[in-house]
Each structure stands twice: as structure tokens, then as C-alpha cells.
């Protein structure tokens, strides 16, 4: 399984777009992948115009598949330029 949390922050004026990609990505995600095991955004409460998406796949591979899919690839670009600089991915493993 692969997780991670991943942080980033919009560009002032651009909240609102942001959020409509990220919610054509995730409705387009959660339907068309059954790979993906959790694809989800949120809003950081302590963060000003800061946004989460937390991520997880049953493999690398399931990742892989997802970041060559055509709504990612129609997707993700204008959602990245969203972005006030990038974003910073947090990995994390199950408690065994």
C-alpha cells in the first residue's frame, strides 16, 4: 500500500479554482480507478488558502496508472497552477 498526505497553498484569487479541479479530479478518480483506496481534499484550518489531499493506492504500480490517466493528465495542470509555489508529500506507513 502506498499513502501520503500532500500540502499545498493557492494563489491568492485562485481558491476557488482550485477547489473546482480538485473536484473534478477526485469525482473522476474515485470512479475510474479501482486502484485507488482513499483520494480526497481538504481545506488546512490553520493555513491560509492551504489545501491537503490525502492519497492512498494498494501499490506503486495503482499510483503509476493514476498519474497516466486522461483526466490527470487534462486535470492536473491547471491545478498546479493554482499553486503558490508547489506542494510537499508526506508518506506514511501502517502501524504493524
Do not use: S, W
Not at 501499490?59 to 493554482?82: I, K, Q, S, V, Y
Amino acid at each position: 500500500m502506498l499513502t501520503f498526505i500532500a500540502r499545498m497553498k493557492a494563489k491568492e484569487g485562485k481558491e476557488e479554482e482550485f477547489i473546482r479541479l480538485a473536484k473534478q479530479l477526485t469525482e473522476k478518480v474515485l470512479a475510474n480507478e479501482p486502484g485507488v483506496t482513499a483520494y480526497q481534499f481538504y481545506r488546512l484550518r490553520d493555513e491560509e488558502r492551504g489545501f491537503g489531499v490525502i492519497e492512498a493506492f494498494v501499490d506503486d504500480a495503482a499510483e503509476e496508472l493514476h498519474r497516466d490517466t486522461p483526466h490527470f493528465h487534462e486535470l492536473a495542470p491547471p491545478l498546479l497552477e493554482c499553486l503558490d509555489g508547489t506542494y510537499v508529500r508526506e508518506y506514511l506507513d501502517p502501524l504493524e
